[in-house]
């Protein structure tokens, strides 16, 4: 089958690489100059297969309002007032339950689990080199509180299958020793294992070589933006550019925050909303962390990519608003310096933001887009689009295909 994929976001490119194992002659659309240069560029690093539950969450309901008080808290809402941003809001407090937290955690652990797999042969297989690492991951929490809520979460994923052990903080130093300059602020933790963590953006670029060398019958149109989607007939037809008309007899829309626009015309109103954070890369000159870190409290990651520490944080429910905010930047090194003082000489900072595209419950939209045969979407995968990308280009593969996934796929089928 002739296939166009839109985006060459993480998503994207992961779907044009198994959709071209399966044999498909598949084209490649983004409008940036080359791939992984928007969400997928330079986020927090984390293949946190196990650390998938929803931001919508009981609990959230009783810390959001210290939160958003707190204008250097983790979490920050300037409200639209758009119908769009209204909608999505009440949809995500509707998702605040145990029970949807439930469906959601299992549904994304076994698409985490499927992604895991995945991810790690194809690492293997094409020899990618994008500083991954099975590194391990280390939550830690501040307060004994905190640190409860947390071991209740693992004994719920531990019936789901996923090996995760709780720590004091004897037990934390031991896991990670650079996490002494701030010992006397945690309580616990919680040590997965079984995580990994990667340059994103270097995987992507990694895919893209494979996939222009190999036999793989692949073309990327890099500067191409996709301005409307053709159809005639009930199908899709087409995909305008200023360049012309792409043609394909099926499309894939990974197109993450751009995919909502392109997808109304069609009368699909795609449930994704932009969730802003930061990432700050350092090059390590002293002693730091070598497993994955997040700071609970302050929903900050720290991963190791080699010689550089990958620091990211931040979620702003702020619109489609690409700009530096100056003292979002400056927390994060606040809080990066006082975590791991000696890691860095802390002068190179490489700022980066980036928008997650956040359905309301966290499920992503995977396959047919409803009403359309030949329309695929593979979409919001929000805070977990690294993590979660091949497992889900699996999933669209076999929807394409008609074929039984290997998992249950029921809750990410597309209701838009
Ligand atoms: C601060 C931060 C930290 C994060 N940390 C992690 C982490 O540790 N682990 C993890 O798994 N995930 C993490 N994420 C989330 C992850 O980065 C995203 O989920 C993922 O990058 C989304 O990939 P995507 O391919 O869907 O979107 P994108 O990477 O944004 O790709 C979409 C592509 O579509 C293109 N596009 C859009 N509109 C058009 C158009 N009209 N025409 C042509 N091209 C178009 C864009 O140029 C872009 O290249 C983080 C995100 C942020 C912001």
Redesign the pocket.
């Known amino acids: 089958m002739r296939v166009c994929v ?7 490119l992961a779907s044009a690489y198994l959709l071209a194992r399966e044999g498909h002659a598949v084209t490649v ?4 100059a080359g791939p ?5 560029y330079a ?6 297969y196990a650390y998938v539950a929803p931001f919508a969450a009981p609990g959230l309901l009783r810390k959001l309002p210290g939160w958003l008080a707190d204008r250097d808290g983790p979490l920050r809402l300037r409200p639209e007032l758009s119908w769009h941003q209204l909608r999505w809001l009440w949809r995500f407090w509707r998702a605040c339950n145990a029970a949807q937290v439930e469906r959601t955690t299992a549904a994304l652990l076994a698409l985490g689990a499927l992604s895991r797999e995945l991810t790690r042969e194809v690492t293997a297989r094409e020899a990618l080199d994008y500083a991954f690492a099975r590194a391990g991951k280390l939550v830690v929490y501040r307060d004994a509180a905190a640190l409860r809520e947390a071991a209740a979460q693992v004994a719920l994923q531990r019936r789901l299958g996923v090996e995760q052990e709780v720590l004091d903080r004897a037990g934390c130093l031991a896991v990670e020793p650079a996490l002494a300059g701030m010992a006397e602020r945690i309580a616990g933790g919680v040590w997965t294992p079984g995580e990994d963590a990667g340059d ?1 953006h270097l995987f992507c670029e990694g895919l893209v070589a494979v996939l222009q060398r190999s036999n793989f019958r692949v073309s990327f149109r890099f500067g ?3 301005t409307q989607l053709l159809s005639a007939g009930g199908r899709v037809i087409g995909a305008a550019t200023p360049h012309g008309v792409e043609e394909a007899e099926a499309f894939v829309l ?5 995919a909502r626009a ?1 997808a109304a015309p069609l009368g699909l109103d795609l449930p994704i909303a932009p969730l802003k ?3 700050l890369t350092v090059p390590v000159t002293g002693p730091a962390p070598q497993v994955s870190v997040t700071d609970a409290a302050a929903k900050v ?1 720290y991963a190791r990519l080699r010689d550089r520490l990958r620091i ?2 931040m979620a702003d429910l702020v619109g489609a608003d690409h700009r530096f905010d100056n003292r979002r930047l400056d927390s994060l090194l606040r809080l990066a310096r006082r975590a791991f003082p000696e890691a860095s000489d802390w002068r190179e900072l490489k700022p980066w933001v ?4 956040a359905t309301p419950t966290g499920l992503p939209l995977i396959g047919r887009a409803p009403g359309w045969p030949n329309l695929y979407l593979n ?1 919001g ?8 990308a091949m497992g889900s280009a699996a999933l669209l593969a076999d929807a394409m295909a008609e074929r039984r996934p290997p998992i249950d796929a029921a809750a990410f089928a597309p209701r838009c």
């Open positions: 839109l985006g060459a976001g993480v998503v994207g659309l983004d409008a940036e992984g240069r928007m969400t997928s986020n927090g690093a984390q293949l946190s994103c191409t933006r996709v990974a197109l993450g925050n751009g392109l954070g930061y990432s990651v990211a944080g980036g928008l997650r595209p979409v995968q929000g805070a977990l689009g690294f993590t979660l």
